[in-house]
């Protein structure tokens, strides 16, 4: 979807959340120029605390995405899925 990849990606390119085998589910809004808003942690398997924390603050911190489809009802419940990465 659009919102998973784009997070997926996000998650990914950061050295910490990168190295971590998770699931995390938050509800977030995109605004129309593209930032996430009203981030809110709903539930996580694996990872920490910390890591959970460090996560929200990624989550928070974007900007730049595409303009959501106009379809598209927010508040969005999401989940975002640390792979451990072979780097």
Known sequence: SYL???LQE???????L??????ADYTLT???????TGV??????GGSEADMRKL???LQDVRGLDPPPSTMVFPQLVTV???KSSL
């Open 18 to 23: 990168s190295r971590l085998v998770f699931s």
């Open 30 to 36: 995109v605004t129309r120029d593209g930032r996430i």
């Open 81 to 83: 899925r640390g792979r």
């Open 10 to 16: 996000r998650v990914q390119d950061d050295p910490q």
């Open 4 to 6: 998973k990849s784009t």
């Open 40 to 45: 809110t942690f709903r539930d996580a398997r």
């Open 56 to 58: 929200t603050a990624l």
